[in-house]
């Protein structure tokens, strides 16, 4: 039975929704003062911020793999260490979950096994979609335990779903977040179907009032672990849209955007410039502000980031979405509607375009608005990209990939996607990746392998995929419920990914790996490990 609030959503959205009362809301955007600061920069090397952040970072991750390392076997030589990176794939809440096992099992706070206090040595760490989820809900608590999200979040949250019609429909958020949907829009920023995705999928996973609805992506930086440089720098990703050329679905070429707490934009060609997340949303040309002196903040509404990283609602194409109490998307529709008419324009999450005019970003010069959707639309699932580029000086990264490629398992299809569009974009530190048939035929989707060990000019990748080990952790990216032995079960199997099922030769396997190009001693142990491990 629909609430009163629902049934009256569902019934102005087919009016109009203006006769709503407003209520006060923290999502809306907000005019402020411009910064001081540039408000546009080309993409010719790191921010400073980042740049900042990355020197603090690199000391503390060194630390950690240093303890790690001389924990694992005294044979490693510890004086020069590589900056390794971290990526989660997208897959809904089946790649949140395996995901989250396999930080608990690197995380030195949270578990007591062979791989415990790898995590503590991650300069980076980039999620998309489901991956993205997963890294909001640590960057956006300032960074918890696992065990602390599970118990004290997730395992009630993903019980009572909100994305379930059944639930959502009874649920107090629907008009918190219907109230803040019309907010956005009175404060002159139609909203689209995102806006109350990323707003339901926030109750998940950030704590605070109203399901976290005053948590910027820019506020990331004044957490106490963020700037005390005890946790990784996080990466978010998504893909553009060409809807200026009449495109509504994406390419694996599609332009890569980054939204992390210093700045919102893109390395790749047709982009290539950043602008400050804290304030997106402003009024730019040629990097100027329109109306001098004036910005926007609060458009990085931290649910609206992670939403952007998993919307896929342009799947739909040409089709305007229409309210409907019995779908999630319709539900979404319900919601909008309440605001404005609704159009095909809601089924991207819209950017005002910070590049507007600027000669640099030719591709999007032109356009007002950049639409951004899932990255994994782009068959790109594991969010690699951010990472190869050269000015960040990953020299180790672990792919933790739980994308749905056969059976909800992985077949190697993403990351060999990623490195074709690597070399398409001229960046030359992806190492080579075998064809999806060498993948199954040798069994690289059941177990760990590690690409680029030989060759120095390369990123060594350590590709660490979604296996079954204690629990059927191949659940549907379309899954939007678990019962909470379901969540604990996932996590668990997750400790086991990481641990490779407890295998007591794994670390020093994974040490070598990393520790290889080091030019450092290693354990002799490592010779077995590399005829093992390696692909060649």
Not at 6 to 17: I, Q, R, Y
Not at 178 to 189: C, E, L, Y
Not at 229 to 249: D, Q, R, S, W
Request: hydrophobic share 35%.
């Amino acid at each position: 039975m629909l609430s009163f609030f629902v049934f009256c959503t569902l019934f102005l959205a087919s009016c109009n929704g203006a006769t709503i009362r407003q209520l006060p809301s923290g999502y809306a955007p907000s005019p402020a003062q411009c910064p001081s600061t540039p408000l546009v920069r080309p993409a010719d090397g790191l921010s400073t911020p980042e740049a900042r952040f990355l020197r603090g970072r690199k000391a503390r991750a060194d630390q950690g793999l240093r303890a790690w390392l001389q924990k694992t076997n005294s044979g490693f030589s510890t004086g020069k260490l590589p900056t390794l990176a971290l990526t989660t794939s997208g897959g809904g809440y089946r790649s949140l979950l395996c995901g989250a096992g396999v930080i608990q099992g690197y995380d030195i706070r949270d578990s007591n096994v062979s791989t415990s206090g790898l995590y503590q040595a991650f300069t980076y760490q980039a999620g998309l979609s489901g991956g993205a989820w997963l890294l909001s809900s640590l960057a956006g608590n300032d960074y918890p335990t696992i065990s602390s999200l599970r118990d004290n979040l997730w395992i009630e949250a993903f019980r009572d779903s909100l994305l379930l019609p059944s639930f959502l429909t009874t649920a107090v958020a629907y008009g918190q977040v219907t109230n803040d949907v019309i907010a956005k829009d009175k404060a002159g920023f139609p909203p689209t179907l995102t806006d109350p995705w990323g707003r339901l999928l926030s109750y998940q996973l950030l704590l605070g009032f109203n399901g976290g609805v005053f948590k910027t992506l820019s506020g990331i930086t004044s957490g106490s672990n963020f700037s005390s440089f005890n946790a990784p720098y996080p990466i978010i990703t998504g893909v553009g849209v060409k809807t200026f050329e009449g495109e509504c679905l994406t390419g694996p070429n599609a332009t890569t955007y980054e939204l992390t707490p210093y700045e919102f934009g893109s390395w790749d060609q047709g982009v290539s410039a950043f602008t400050p997340s804290m304030f997106l949303g402003s009024s730019l040309s040629n990097g100027q502000p329109i109306e001098s002196g004036r910005c926007i903040v609060n458009y990085d509404n931290l649910g609206y980031a992670l939403g952007t990283s998993s919307s896929l609602f342009n799947v739909a194409c040409s089709n305007v979405p229409q309210p409907n109490a019995k779908t999630l998307t319709g539900n979404l529709a319900a919601i909008v509607r309440a605001a404005h008419q609704l159009s095909t324009r809601e089924l991207y999450a819209i950017y005002p375009n910070p590049f507007f005019n600027y000669a640099r970003s030719s591709l999007v010069a032109a356009q007002k608005e950049l639409s951004l959707v899932d990255g994994g639309l782009a068959r790109q699932n594991n969010p690699i990209f951010p990472l190869l580029q050269p000015s960040r000086g990953v020299d180790v990264m672990v792919v933790n990939d739980n994308s749905a490629d056969i059976n909800s398992f992985p077949n190697g299809t993403a990351i060999l996607t990623t490195y074709v569009q690597s070399l398409n974009a001229g960046l030359t530190k992806m190492p080579s990746i075998p064809s999806v048939e060498t993948f199954i035929s040798q069994g690289l989707n059941k177990r760990p392998t590690f690409f680029g060990c030989n060759d120095n000019s390369k990123i060594t990748i350590i590709y660490v995929p979604n296996v079954n080990y204690t629990f059927p952790s191949n659940q549907p990216t379309s899954k939007l419920q678990y019962q909470p032995d379901e969540t604990r079960g996932m996590i668990a199997n997750g400790i086991q990914i990481a641990t490779q099922n407890d295998n007591p030769k794994y670390p020093t396997c994974l040490g070598c790996a990393i520790m290889k190009k080091t030019g450092g001693a290693l354990p002799t142990a490592c010779t077995a490990c590399f005829t093992e491990y390696c692909f060649n």
